[in-house]
């Protein structure tokens, strides 16, 4: 008969009752660590799939999660080989440049061809500098994640989640949650570019691919109201197609069409993307062009001219004809915060739209300035020439 285990001495029970507090705590704590990191994960994504614009979105990505998570570096960098996402931004009136912790990309693979490899999370100590083009703003990192975003089997970007603290993010650390959360994060991304696209269906002219006067009244007041608050200029450019109605009833509408489709190509050459183009009406076309001046202006509506007159236009149906247009120019002038910015922006179209009048009274084919004073005298002299 074998020996039954020798009854523990109280000593050993009163050990063993400690360790065992002891672990219950312990799971206790570790419970209740883990129902706080689910909870916020589902705030997260909630707040994710209520964005309702691109702009939001990213926001909530970076400064978002930045707050939710209390870590000091998040970096977002998202596949952008079309510029689609930027242009979706600069129609919102946000440079991308100027967001400091995203990063557009035309190819992952031509910008870290390692972490293109990446299908899911990669945890673990930061290293200099295999890991710097993902965070180039902070060496002293200690733990990173890096998240990749997967939507429909393509890559479409990564979340890169920074820690000072080494013991943050970890090989040994599950990382179901931050696959769910980089997954959401793609999923959230395809439907507000989606959105923004409907939006801005309704805000772009069907015949020249241009913003229409819907847009330009919805922009104007928030241009204004920059220019005036940091004390930036702003001008307006009016642009009308010399005799169109001519091109019509000798050619017909289609070659109308052509030339209008045409007139909005070369006018989009000339412009930087910030600058706002739109088919306000008809053969009227309409720019706004933030943080530049009259003089600057009336040198891009000089160039704009000459590059519209320089070359016939073809037509539907063959054949080509010349074109020309009559430009007014306007610029916002210097003025105070607190003055009313839809009045100012209403005198801005106007100046423009008076400048374009006086342009064609005076033979077409010309630029004109609302007022001339606001010109340096090499740049009215160089639009005198061209007259």
């Not at 080989?81 to 967001?99: C, K, V």
């Not at 006067?213 to 920059?226: I, P």
């Not at 076309?285 to 000459?306: H, M, N, V, Y």
């Not at 739209?353 to 009215?380: F, I, M, W």
């Amino acid at each position: 008969m074998p020996k039954p285990p020798p009854t523990p001495s109280p000593t050993d029970l009163a050990f063993i009752n400690r360790q065992l507090r002891q672990r219950l705590t312990s799971l206790t704590r570790e419970a209740s660590h883990n129902e706080e990191v689910l909870k916020r994960f589902h705030d997260r994504e909630l707040t994710l799939l209520a964005t309702e614009s691109l702009p939001q979105l990213l926001s909530c990505l970076v400064d978002g999660m930045k707050a939710s998570f209390d870590l000091p570096n998040i970096q977002l960098v998202l596949h952008d080989p079309d510029h689609e996402l930027r242009h979706l931004l600069l129609h919102s009136g946000i440079e991308p440049e100027g967001l400091a912790d995203i990063r557009f990309v035309d190819e992952i693979a031509s910008f870290s061809p390692k972490h293109a490899r990446y299908r899911a999370p990669w945890l673990g100590p930061f290293r200099n500098p295999e890991h710097a083009i993902l965070f180039p703003t902070d060496d002293t990192l200690k733990s990173i994640a890096i998240l990749p975003m997967i939507r429909r089997g393509q890559l479409v970007g990564f979340i890169g989640l920074g820690s000072h603290d080494p013991n943050r993010f970890t090989r040994q650390h599950a990382s179901d949650f931050l696959n769910r959360l980089a997954t959401i994060s793609a999923i959230c991304l395809e439907n507000t570019a989606n959105r923004e696209h409907l939006v801005i269906s309704g805000l772009t002219d069907a015949l020249t691919g241009l913003h229409n006067r819907r847009y330009l009244e919805r922009r104007l007041e928030e241009e204004v109201t920059r220019a005036l608050r940091y004390q930036h200029p702003l001008s307006c450019l009016f642009i009308d197609a010399d005799h169109f109605k001519q091109i019509n009833d000798r050619h017909g509408h289609g070659a109308g069409d052509s030339v209008l489709r045409e007139l909005a190509l070369r006018v989009k050459e000339c412009l930087r993307l910030s600058d706002i183009a739109t088919r306000y009406g008809g053969e009227e076309f309409t720019l706004l062009l933030p943080q530049t001046d009259a003089t600057e202006a009336a040198k891009l509506a000089e160039r704009i001219r000459s590059r519209i007159q320089h070359k016939p236009i073809a037509i539907h149906g063959g054949g080509y004809v010349e074109v020309t247009v009559s430009i007014g120019v306007s610029a916002l002038p210097p003025g105070s915060s607190r003055e009313n910015p839809q009045q100012r922006a209403k005198h801005l179209i106007e100046a423009a739209d008076k400048a374009l009048y006086t342009a064609k009274e005076s033979g077409r084919n010309r630029v004109q300035l609302a007022n001339p004073d606001s010109l340096s005298g090499r740049a009215l002299e160089s639009i005198e020439l061209n007259d």
